[in-house]
């Protein structure tokens, strides 16, 4: 069964304190793999689409990486501005001509100044 | 206007009344999605309408009824919801057909079933 696990599930960060954030995924065929942000009482707002193992993006203090198993999403020295919930995603390969995207339960990061 | 569009952003209503929530995209893309997002779950697949064709109903209850009018438009019509129907539904649209671009994601409409 497809399926996506991301921890931890709160993280609290001094401002200027890095870390990892890790999605674990078991899926049959991917074609994607993303990375959202998503604010409280609002959409999720897309990051990252990673394709393929040793695929690395970066915007601003937010680098994703991805291996065959997982991918983290490392900041650098986040700022408080940086508090969100954080969802992984995969699409899976095309099945039946649905398209379907998995989600994980997110990590809810809070940034204190 | 571009993006996604969801109307309204905050929706009480009685368990015995009839709403609709809209959505409309400005991107161009092929697929429309609805998700549901309660607390502490991962964002669950409502309906999937890929080239206006609903392609996927994820065993979602009859009083939720999708209608998509066309490639730009998405409905999902209520009645007769359950107070643990109350959440965060999304819509999304997304580019399919060329390796995936990943979901354009509408700010939400929060509902209240009372």
């Known amino acids: 069964e497809d399926q996506v696990t991301q921890s931890p599930e709160a993280l609290r960060l001094q401002e200027g304190e890095s870390s990892s954030l890790n999605c674990s995924y078991t899926?049959?065929?991917?074609?994607?793999l993303f990375w959202y942000r998503q604010d409280p009482g609002k959409g999720p707002e897309f990051l990252f689409t990673?394709?393929?193992a040793g695929e690395e993006k970066e915007k601003e203090r937010l680098k994703a990486t991805l291996t065959k198993k997982e991918s983290f999403l490392h900041i650098t020295a986040p700022k408080p501005e940086d508090s969100a919930t954080y969802l992984c995603?995969?699409?899976?390969?095309?099945?039946?001509?649905?398209?379907?995207?998995?989600f994980g339960t997110g990590t809810r990061l809070k940034v204190l100044a | 206007e571009t993006g996604v569009t969801q109307t309204p952003r905050h929706l009480v209503m009685g368990m015995t009344n009839k709403k609709s929530l809209k959505c409309e995209q400005h991107?161009?893309?092929?697929?429309m999605y609805w998700y549901k997002q309660s607390a502490k779950k991962p964002l669950e697949l409502m309906f999937v309408?890929?080239?206006?064709?609903?392609?996927e109903n994820n065993s979602v209850p009859s009083r939720f009824s999708p209608e998509c009018p066309n490639s730009s438009h998405l409905f999902l019509h209520l009645h007769t919801l359950q107070p643990e129907d109350s959440a965060l539904y999304l819509c999304?649209?997304?580019?399919?057909?060329?390796?995936?671009?990943?979901?354009?994601f509408g700010s939400g409409t929060r509902l209240t079933v009372v």
């Open positions: 999304a649209s997304s580019q399919e057909g060329r390796g995936g671009y990943g979901y354009t």
């Open positions: 899926v049959s065929g991917l074609r994607g």
């Open positions: 990673l394709y393929s």
């Open positions: 995603a995969v699409a899976p390969q095309l099945t039946s001509g649905t398209y379907k995207y998995i």
């Open positions: 991107l161009g893309h092929n697929a």
């Open positions: 309408y890929n080239f206006k064709e609903q392609t």
